[in-house]
């Protein structure tokens, strides 16, 4: 069984930092990308940060860019996203996601069920 299990959320204040974790089982890591998406209340999923586990290559949203990093940990089947300097607008479900291959903007095959960030003012 596919399993993505979303952790490290919560509540933290404007400018600082929580670590995101996302934990895969059920598939050949090593051949997925990992991303991780985010959707705040009316408005639509945008993503965040993608790594592919065959090369190590990464990519970053705009919004992202500067203060997020993502990172693998392969033998553990794991991905992190470090959030630093966290803003309100940060506030949203994080989702991660795997997709056959290479980084991807779409077409994920799998997914986990979010956690929640909230940075307040």
């Known amino acids: 069984e596919v399993q993505l299990v979303e952790s490290g959320g919560g509540l933290v204040q404007a400018g600082g930092s929580l670590r995101l974790s996302c934990a895969a089982s059920g598939f050949t890591f090593d051949d997925y990308a990992i991303g991780w998406f985010r959707q705040a209340p009316g408005k639509e999923r945008e993503g965040v940060s993608c790594i592919s586990n065959s090369d190590g290559r990464t990519a970053y949203g705009a919004s992202a860019k500067g203060r997020f990093t993502i990172s693998s940990d392969n033998a553990k089947n794991t991905v992190y996203l470090q959030m630093n300097s966290l803003k309100p607008e940060d506030t949203a479900v994080y989702y991660c996601?795997?997709?056959?291959?290479?980084?991807?903007?779409?077409?994920?095959?799998?997914w986990g069920q979010g956690t929640q960030v909230t940075v307040s003012s």
């Open positions: 996601a795997a997709v056959h291959g290479a980084c991807a903007p779409d077409f994920y095959d799998y």
